[in-house]
């Protein structure tokens, strides 16, 4: 399902059916680069749940790269093992919760039913 939503709402958004958020300068990074990055190494460490509040701290509702770096980071803690998830007080469930709020940020909503259908 989580798979599903994210081919789905990186379709709508960018018409492609795959997407990787990347920092293109590193030498100067952009604001959505930065907190990409401090993200991505906080839930590496374990820190999921705070990397995820830092993300909406930082979200630019009226900025779509926000938008894609906030999918591109719940892909990403996807691919984590239960186990990672589950010792760090984090859910595949949340994963899901987190990317409908994500989209409704954005003006996004009834995603679940649009997965559904998408997803067959």
Known sequence: ??????RFLVQLITGKTQFDYEIKDT????A?????ARII???????INEAEN????NLEPNNQDYLLMGISFYNHINGYTDEFLAEHNYTRGEIETGIQNLA??????GLELFVQSFSG
């Open 41 to 47: 190494a906080m839930a590496d460490s374990g820190r």
């Open 1 to 6: 399902m989580i798979q599903n939503m994210v």
């Open 27 to 30: 030498e100067n990074p952009t």
């Open 104 to 109: 409704g940020e954005y003006g996004i909503t």
């Open 32 to 36: 959505c680069d930065d907190t990409y």
């Open 54 to 57: 830092l993300l909406y701290q």
